[in-house]
């Protein structure tokens, strides 16, 4: 029996740390981690769509994992997303991330090219073989790779005894509920974890049957998430449901900005916690002036939310 109660809980989806010149910042990797381990999160999903993952050489994918694990082994679940434009990086992703001792590897489909099911199978376990003691997860994000996640692709999956998890971006709730019914066929009740993805609807997705979820705005307010999670296992849906208005705003507030959400994020932990983590990369845009207005109200909606707690 697979022991899913690490991936039962807030799980953010770690930020690219960049220094001042745009390079690879293990200092920064570093000091997000830890600062995540003092918000009590469960643990971070690193190198995937929040750390910019196609825009990253895979030495400098492996340089950041590394330094996230000197700070994370055994205070934090770790879930590396290894998945590459071609096999033979994502193999060699895949075997670096097991040899630093990850809880779990990830991956999308392949990008680009529509390709068949048979052949995203081949991909996904071709990662799964390069890491056979780590446990997988599929990641569901079709409105940016592509291609869905279909159920009998899923139970094609299922037959990778390894294949724990699935982290759910597509915005049907229905979806977490036809993953995790075929999960429990094919693993046993309690014995296979579906993330909810879209963070706007992070208590709906645990009302439905999500164990947890991975999030690219966790991380600047996890005290929320944290929080949710929380009154969803009380059954407190209600209050949940408040909170998660308010997280809701939050995100509709920064995605006003000219720059990136990444961007808007990495500037608010930088104004409130002193973290240095760059911008983003091109092509993504960085903050303008013109997005100050909107880095002062998100920072004053996010510390009002927190302080309702």
């Not at 770690?14 to 381990?37: M, P, Q």
């Not at 079709?142 to 699935?166: D, F």
């Not at 407190?236 to 507030?253: G, H, L, S």
Request: aromatic share 8%; glycine share 10%; with cysteine.
């Amino acid at each position: 029996m697979k022991d899913i109660r690490k991936y039962q809980g807030v799980i953010p989806a770690f930020y690219a740390c960049y220094d001042e010149n745009g390079a690879v910042s293990a200092e920064g990797a570093k000091a997000l981690t830890r600062h995540l381990i003092s918000k009590g999160v469960k643990g971070v999903y690193v190198g995937g769509s929040s750390g910019e993952c196609i825009y990253q050489h895979p030495d400098e994918r492996k340089a950041l994992l590394e330094a996230v694990m000197s700070e994370a082994e055994g205070k934090l679940t770790v879930i590396a997303h290894v998945g590459c434009n071609n096999t033979a990086d994502s193999v060699e992703l895949a075997a670096h991330a097991e040899s630093v001792g990850v809880d779990a590897i990830a991956s999308i489909p392949p990008i680009y090219f529509h390709l068949p099911e048979h052949a995203i199978a081949r991909y996904w376990n071709a990662m799964s073989e390069a890491a056979p003691n780590t446990e997988f997860v599929i990641y569901n994000i079709p409105q940016l790779a592509g291609t869905a996640l279909t159920m009998s692709l899923l139970n094609e999956m299922l037959k990778n005894p390894n294949v724990v998890a699935v982290k759910n971006s597509s915005m049907p709730t229905q979806d977490i509920q036809m993953f995790k019914d075929a999960g429990i066929a094919a693993r046993g009740e309690g014995n296979f974890v579906v993330f909810n993805g879209p963070d706007e609807q992070f208590v709906a997705g645990r009302a439905i049957g999500a164990d947890g979820g991975i999030g690219g705005t966790y991380a600047v307010m996890p005290e929320l998430y944290n929080a949710m999670h929380r009154l969803v296992d009380e059954g407190r849906i209600a209050e949940a449901r408040a909170i998660q208005y308010d997280a809701n705003r939050i995100i509709y507030k920064m995605c006003e900005a000219h720059g990136n959400l990444y961007a808007v994020q990495k500037e608010l932990l930088h104004r409130m916690y002193g973290l240095n983590l760059g911008s983003v990369r091109a092509p993504m845009p960085g903050l303008v002036p013109g997005d100050e207005a909107v880095v002062v109200e998100a920072q004053r909606m996010i510390e009002q939310a927190v302080a309702k707690l």
